[in-house]
Nanobody
Framework: QVQLVESGGGSVQAGGSLRLSCAASGYSRSCMGWFRQPPGKEREGVATIDRDGTIYYASSVKGRFTLSQDNAKNTLYLQMNSLKPEDTAMYYC??????????????????????WGQGTQVTVSS
């Protein structure tokens, strides 16, 4: 089991930036990523990195968000720039355990991730 702890959420005005962090501990994972859940809506994939380094982004955040990882610190980051009010959501870090990775056809599917963090709130005001 992987334990995931998110941090870095907060409230910003539109156009601002935030960086989310996800500290991971436990067993190795084949891919990790970020999901978000706006109020009253379903959880959606934001970005994921596979074990081979391939990164997938949702079209709504491509060019504004950047996913990166520090393997030495076992930490995943999500740099969010040019934030919009529609980015307001609870953001969750997720991990898929070793043995199977993520690909373009499945990375957005929450069910393939076995471990989840507790979430961190991001609120963007206009």
């Amino acid at each position: 089991q992987v334990q995931l702890v998110e941090s870095g959420g907060g409230s910003v005005q539109a156009g601002g930036s935030l960086r989310l962090s996800c500290a991971a501990s436990g067993y190795s994972r084949s891919c990790m990523g970020w999901f978000r859940q706006p109020p009253g809506k379903e959880r959606e994939g934001v970005a994921t990195i596979d074990r081979d380094g391939t990164i997938y982004y949702a079209s709504s955040v491509k060019g504004r968000f950047t996913l990166s990882q520090d393997n030495a610190k076992n930490t995943l980051y999500l740099q969010m720039n040019s934030l919009k009010p529609e980015d307001t959501a609870m953001y969750y870090c997720a991990a898929r355990l070793a043995g199977s990775g993520c690909a373009w056809w499945n990375w957005r599917t929450p069910a393939i991730y076995q471990d989840w963090g507790q979430g961190t709130q991001v609120t963007v005001s206009s």
